[in-house]
């Protein structure tokens, strides 16, 4: 009798063991995905922090204030971008190793947060007017090769702001590079094609477009908006364009919700964009543009006739077109003025009218 239960004993201990050996690995599987879950949810958070801290540091690596600071010398108070109604200068600049560097594409957008009115108009870049920093007349593209090192950006704001005779409260600069890069960073835009006409890109392969709804990447939207001699309409087609692929950009950047995606675009942004905004004053020109979306944007064009002079080519503005232009945009300011920025354009005829060292 002893024996039997000796025997059975163990037996029983043994299958107690088993039971218990079953147990444990689905607890062990029910902590380590409780585990895992906590680690995920702590690991979403940590990636929105870094974001955050990532969007701030992106704007402070791409912040640059201006040479005669931040407000404009035709303003008698600073303005506030989200607050106040402002003027944003646009410049596409081409700044090649060797070369002093001159602004391809020239566009001001004026905002105006309490009325959510807002145009744009672009300088063609062949814009004979006086520049500042050359003391004579010349392209308005040179004005940034003319300016000092370090302040290129304010020489073109000056000779923007002689022009139109309206203050430029901000800028944003950037490069064909980073014009590209952006572009891919929002997994590229969508254009209507005017027409149907092929052109070759920085490298020098043919890119043919045809007219109506294209999806195009970065290297492909920089050559769209760089072609202007197949263009019936010459500059003024291909200013078009270009405010036509800004528009394209902001409304993608501003659609972005794959985290992956807006890491590549402040990558993008950091490394080829530079502007006065502030972190909170972006934030602002955000919310104000989501407000605008959906309306169309006023645009303006300068009108004029082609001039050579010396043998050189320009564009000669229409003085009664750029007044047309220099009212609304005073209008969409609720702009008074301070003094004239054009009333020394009688000191700027008696020099060369040749462009130095420029290259164009």
């Not at 490394?271 to 972006?282: A, F, M, P, R, Y």
Request: hydrophobic share 30%.
């Amino acid at each position: 009798m002893s024996y039997y239960n000796e025997e059975r004993q163990p037996t029983r201990l043994v299958r107690r063991r088993v039971k218990k050996r079953k147990r444990r690995p689905f607890r062990r599987l029910i902590r380590i995905f409780l585990v895992l879950l906590v680690l995920c949810m702590l690991g979403g958070v940590a990636y929105a922090g870094f974001l955050a801290y990532k969007v701030k540091s992106t704007a402070d690596n791409s912040y640059k204030g201006l040479a005669h600071g931040n407000k404009s010398d035709l303003r008698m108070d600073k303005v506030t971008m989200g607050k106040d109604p402002v003027n944003i200068l646009l410049m596409g600049v081409e700044d090649y190793k060797g070369s002093p560097g001159h602004s391809d594409a020239l566009m001001v957008l004026t905002i105006n947060p309490d009325t959510k009115e807002a145009s744009i108009v672009s300088i063609p870049r062949d814009t004979r007017t006086y520049l500042p920093d050359a003391g004579r007349k010349d392209k308005i593209t040179h004005a940034y090769a003319y300016g000092k090192k370090g302040h290129k950006e304010q020489a073109t704001i000056d000779a923007v702001e002689h022009f139109l005779d309206v203050p430029i409260d901000y800028y944003v600069r950037t490069n064909f590079q980073g014009f590209k890069e952006v572009v891919d960073s929002v997994g590229g835009i969508t254009v209507d094609v005017p027409f149907d006409f092929y052109q070759k890109n920085l490298k020098g392969h043919k890119i043919y477009f045809h007219k109506g709804k294209m999806d195009l990447n970065g290297d492909e939207a920089l050559t769209y908006v760089q072609m202007r001699k197949q263009d019936k309409r010459g500059d003024f087609g291909r200013q078009e364009r270009q405010q036509q692929a800004m528009k394209a950009v902001a409304d993608k950047a501003l659609s972005i919700k794959s985290i992956s995606r807006a890491d590549n675009l402040l990558n993008s942004v950091g490394d080829n964009v530079q502007t006065n905004i502030s972190l909170k004053e972006l934030f602002g020109m955000r919310n104000f543009y989501k407000q605008i979306q959906s309306k169309e944007l006023e645009r303006m064009n300068i009108g004029g006739q082609d001039e050579y002079i010396n043998g050189v080519y320009y564009f000669s503005p229409d003085e009664q077109v750029v007044q047309k232009v220099r009212d609304r945009i005073r209008e969409i300011l609720d702009y008074k003025g301070k003094g004239s920025a054009s009333a020394d354009s009688s000191s700027s005829d008696g020099t060369s009218e040749q462009s130095q060292g420029t290259g164009e």
